[in-house]
């Protein structure tokens, strides 16, 4: 699956040109015109990059980059900002705010080109970091003002920042909960080629999370708020390597 870019501008023919150029590169562009749209979109879509124009209605590319860095879903992705203003201030207050890239009209094929090279890699690290793989197991969730209240879920599914549990157990958004759960080991190369089953890692994961969305019928998904380097290796190994579940 390609790598997939919102593009938000005010202007049809900068939308129209940064679609004609960008997805032969192999990427899938969105493109919108009322950055009101822009905000909604990411709400509830995950995308590897954004464009933004600086001066537009309603919301301006300053005000978008200010949300888009405050969003559940799109906090972490390169956001490269459209200007035709070329002055030290600008960038500055665009830096602030957490603009990646500098992108000044009017551009070439060639700038935008070398652009989406040199931003590649931190688009493919982004999506490998919001990755979810389907992993099913018993999740021990402890939570309240002194870890009174227990509940057993099952995870829908794993990723290196968070997981989908159900049943959410009458945990809500903005709680903290300590989970436990175990892990299948990494089959070795000889082990997953004779199809032996992969063994459980050695003891449970302890992490310390935080719910941050409630899904229907009664799942919920968390975010992991503090990983020690073991855990967070050996999370990171379950969706990268190679597991015979």
């Known amino acids: 699956m390609g790598l997939k870019i919102l593009a938000v501008d005010d202007e049809p023919e900068v939308l129209k040109l940064i679609k004609t150029m960008v997805e032969p590169l192999g990427y899938e562009v969105v493109t919108l015109a009322d950055s009101r749209e822009a905000v909604r979109r990411l709400e509830r879509e995950k995308f590897d990059g954004v464009l933004v124009d600086v001066v ?38 665009g830096f602030s705010l957490g603009v990646t890239f500098f992108l000044a009209k009017p551009f070439t094929s060639d700038r935008l080109y070398n652009l989406f090279n040199a931003v590649r890699g931190s688009m493919l690290r982004e999506r490998r970091r919001h990755a979810r793989l389907p ?102 190994r379950f969706i990268t390597g190679s597991i015979k579940l």
């Open 135 to 236: 992993f099913s197991t018993t999740v021990q969730c402890t939570f309240g003002e002194r870890g009174e209240k227990r509940v057993v879920s099952r995870s829908v599914n794993l990723g290196e920042t968070g997981m989908l549990l159900e049943p959410s157990g009458g945990l809500d958004v903005g709680q903290e909960v300590a989970l436990e759960f175990l892990l299948p080991q990494v089959s070795e190369p000889r082990e997953a080629a004779a199809g032996k089953p992969a063994r459980p890692e050695a003891g449970p994961r302890k992490v310390r999370a935080k719910v941050i969305r409630k899904d229907a019928p009664d799942r919920i998904a968390v975010e992991f708020a503090s990983l020690s380097a073991e855990d967070g290796e050996a999370i990171q």
């Open 56 to 93: 537009m209605p309603y919301l301006d590319g300053f005000e978008l980059t200010r949300r888009l860095r405050a969003s559940p879903l799109n906090a972490g992705v390169p956001i490269i900002m459209i200007t035709g203003r070329n002055d030290a201030e600008s960038m500055r207050k």
